[in-house]
């Protein structure tokens, strides 16, 4: 049978470490965070996240079944933090590309937390909530339940495949990220036309923006694509524009 869930109240450490502090999920997670972005997944142990606690490793399983319920709960609150203070407006587009970008940026924020947590899935609290709000906003912008479950499916993935592409290239060593990026301009720029005329006509232009997220313009597609839709049903169900409208009658002479 599955180990019962224990409140964190039940769980909390009743004295304080000996720096003082009394530790909480959100303690240990806001730590871990820390030492991710200070060390990578590698640095990332019970033995050094109980001394960056001050606390004896053993205490963190009062909080965690493991160190891999650690990294769901870590994935959570990067979901919680990036729909922190989010409300929706009203227009269904608008506050899904909102959605996207704001957990996308969380992601990318802390990319070898990204790493370890984009292809998981959590069933915690803060995920839950977002999954719930964008099904909602598809509902209410009218698309039928095969057709929202279909958007949200393309919505969330893409988002956490770019934010996944997105950190693994933020978490290189910085010698070979530049390196990386000065590739489109000492290579693919100095291409000439008589090998290779589409890359040499677009170089300059590719030297611009593959060293940014393809994010926003792949979501906005997605969003295209999902509000012609959209728009497409609406006309089905007035009756296609108009086409189906029976003709005048005719006046007898």
């Known amino acids: 049978m599955p180990k019962p869930v224990v409140s964190e109240e039940k769980r909390r450490r009743r004295r ?28 990332l142990t019970a033995r050094r996240l109980g001394l960056a606690l001050d606390a004896d490793p053993s205490t963190l399983y009062r909080y965690f079944r493991g160190m891999d319920d650690l990294t769901l709960a870590i994935g959570d609150a990067l979901l919680g933090q990036a729909l922190e203070g989010w409300r929706p407006t009203g227009e269904w587009r608008a506050d899904l590309r ?57 919505f969330i993935d893409q988002t956490l495949a770019f934010a ?11 010698d070979s990220l530049h390196a990386d ?17 589409r890359i040499a006509e677009a170089a300059p232009l590719l030297a611009t923006r593959m060293v940014t997220s393809a994010y926003p313009t792949a979501l906005d597609m997605l969003l ?30």
Not at 120 to 145: C, I, K, Q, S
Not at 164 to 174: Q, T, V
Not at 181 to 197: I, M
């Open 181 to 197: 990026e000065d590739v489109w301009r000492s290579t693919y720029a100095r291409l000439p036309r008589t090998t290779h005329p």
């Open 98 to 154: 909102a959605v996207g970008l704001r957990i996308h940026a969380e992601y990318v924020a802390h990319p070898q937390a990204a790493l370890l947590t984009t292809s998981r899935v959590t069933g915690r609290a803060n995920e839950l909530a977002a999954d719930e709000a964008v099904l909602d906003l598809l509902r209410r912008a009218g698309f039928p339940l095969p057709d929202t479950v279909r958007i949200y499916h393309a």
């Open 164 to 174: 996944a592409l997105d950190a693994a290239s933020l978490a290189l060593p910085s």
């Open 224 to 253: 295209d694509s999902a509000e012609a839709q959209l728009q497409r049903y609406a006309e089905g169900l007035s009756g296609g524009s108009g086409r189906r409208k029976c003709a005048a009658p005719r006046r007898r002479r």
């Open 16 to 43: 304080p470490t000996r720096s003082g502090t009394v530790l909480s999920e959100a303690l240990i997670v806001e730590t871990a965070l820390r030492m991710l972005r200070e060390h990578g997944s590698a640095g």
